[in-house]
């Protein structure tokens, strides 16, 4: 039973870390989680008052790159690894709607995208991994065995996110929700390096009418066809 790569891409909020997640426990696999990473070094980005609303000092946060340090940590009673900015656990801070606001605008950096991509193929070296994000299939591990690419529709994928973000008691409008998912489908497929697209030899689910039980039986069985 040899260890296979799993690429999971696609647009926010499709789902991919229920997935991945669910997946990996099945399997025994390690689930990393990138778009995590990139929501730190967001978080970092904010906290350093490098990104605002109206500004974006991009030289000062390629210049810091060196000293942003990223790690997970597996939490055994969340059964899935948690997010630490240098030694700091950030798990709940990355999630806020403000970050969501900044975060691809910091993924269009091609220094940072260098950096975490390096981590994130060190990370996958020994394979038994399940890696979701938007250029997993195409950029970090092109030689992926399994690669799926999820989608949904926007207004789908908005009404998920606003019931988690409600669910965690934060004070959201829909229509901002909706606006910051149309936003990062945008830039992410737009940008210059690495933009969102689906691998060639990627299997795109479209989950909007499908169940968790439903995407994760067809995407174990794809595993078990390999
Ligand atoms: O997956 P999640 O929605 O948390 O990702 C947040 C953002 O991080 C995405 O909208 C995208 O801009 C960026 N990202 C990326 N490449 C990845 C993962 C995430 O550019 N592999």
């Given at each position: 039973n040899t260890k296979i790569t799993i690429a999971i891409d696609g647009f926010?909020?499709?789902?991919k870390s229920t997935l991945a997640k669910q997946l990996a426990k099945h399997l025994g696999y390690i689930y990393v989680d990138t778009g995590a990473m990139y929501r730190a070094v967001a978080l970092y980005a904010m906290e350093q008052g490098y990104i605002s609303a109206e500004t974006f000092d991009k030289e000062s946060l390629i210049r810091d790159i060196p000293q942003v340090k990223l790690h997970f940590e597996f939490n055994a009673d969340l059964g899935f690894a948690e997010m630490f900015l240098n030694g700091r656990n950030v798990e709940k801070e990355i999630r806020t709607i403000e970050v969501s606001g900044f975060v691809s605008k910091v993924a269009e950096v091609s220094q940072v995208r260098a950096k975490l991509v390096e981590q994130q193929q060190e990370m996958g070296k020994n394979k038994g991994i399940v890696m979701d994000g938007r250029?997993?299939?195409?950029?970090?591990?092109?030689?992926?065995?399994l690669k799926i690419f999820m989608t949904a529709s926007a207004e789908t994928r908005a009404q998920r996110r606003y019931d988690e973000l409600i669910g965690k008691g934060d004070a959201v409008s829909f229509e901002d929700v909706l606006q910051n998912v149309v936003e990062r489908d945008y830039i992410d497929t737009h940008?210059?390096?690495?933009?969102?697209v689906i691998a060639d030899d990627a299997i795109e689910i479209?989950?909007?009418?499908?169940?968790r039980e439903e995407q994760f039986n067809i995407v174990l069985d794809l595993v078990n066809n390999i």
């Amino acid at each position: 039973n040899t260890k296979i790569t799993i690429a999971i891409d696609g647009f926010s909020s499709t789902g991919k870390s229920t997935l991945a997640k669910q997946l990996a426990k099945h399997l025994g696999y390690i689930y990393v989680d990138t778009g995590a990473m990139y929501r730190a070094v967001a978080l970092y980005a904010m906290e350093q008052g490098y990104i605002s609303a109206e500004t974006f000092d991009k030289e000062s946060l390629i210049r810091d790159i060196p000293q942003v340090k990223l790690h997970f940590e597996f939490n055994a009673d969340l059964g899935f690894a948690e997010m630490f900015l240098n030694g700091r656990n950030v798990e709940k801070e990355i999630r806020t709607i403000e970050v969501s606001g900044f975060v691809s605008k910091v993924a269009e950096v091609s220094q940072v995208r260098a950096k975490l991509v390096e981590q994130q193929q060190e990370m996958g070296k020994n394979k038994g991994i399940v890696m979701d994000g938007r250029d997993i299939g195409t950029v970090v591990f092109p030689d992926a065995e399994l690669k799926i690419f999820m989608t949904a529709s926007a207004e789908t994928r908005a009404q998920r996110r606003y019931d988690e973000l409600i669910g965690k008691g934060d004070a959201v409008s829909f229509e901002d929700v909706l606006q910051n998912v149309v936003e990062r489908d945008y830039i992410d497929t737009h940008r210059d390096d690495s933009p969102l697209v689906i691998a060639d030899d990627a299997i795109e689910i479209d989950n909007s009418h499908l169940t968790r039980e439903e995407q994760f039986n067809i995407v174990l069985d794809l595993v078990n066809n390999i």
